[in-house]
């Protein structure tokens, strides 16, 4: 059974996400008051964040107000658990290409050029997620 603040911070999490059947609130109490840990699909993340934090900082400021109505002191944990793994960088493997003795200098070329595609792709990806939230309703 949810409680009112768990069930509070849930209508706006999915309100918010594309995956509101992956969200998830955990709630545990302790000396320093209540604790909600919020889960959501690794490809919302950046929906509850927002901008410079801007998202997250107003579901606290919602869940103090909150708190301050029930006596209690609510403290929002966004957990991110996101499977990445790193990878050895683009530069790390230019750098060791270049090092490596048989490399010809076209061969060098090449994989610069493939790096700065991977990194327009990117950016790109970037800019189309960026309006997308930009185009939200809130």
Do not use: C
């Amino acid at each position: 059974m949810s409680t009112i603040d768990q069930q509070f911070v849930e209508y706006i999490v999915k309100t918010l996400v594309n995956n509101p059947d992956k969200v998830s609130i955990d709630r545990t109490i302790d000396e320093k008051g209540v604790l909600l840990s919020l889960e959501v699909d690794p490809d919302d993340v950046g929906r509850i964040i927002g901008r410079r934090g801007a998202t997250a900082q107003s579901i606290r400021t919602l869940l103090r107000a909150l708190g301050t109505k029930n006596d209690a002191r609510y403290n929002l944990k966004i957990i991110n658990n996101d499977d990445y793994e790193p990878k050895a960088s683009d530069d790390e493997a230019a750098d060791e290409a270049v090092a490596a003795e048989d490399v010809a200098p076209a061969e060098t070329e090449e994989v610069e050029t493939v790096e700065e595609t991977s990194t327009s792709d990117l950016a790109e990806k970037t800019r189309a997620e960026l309006a997308d939230l930009d185009d939200l309703d809130i």
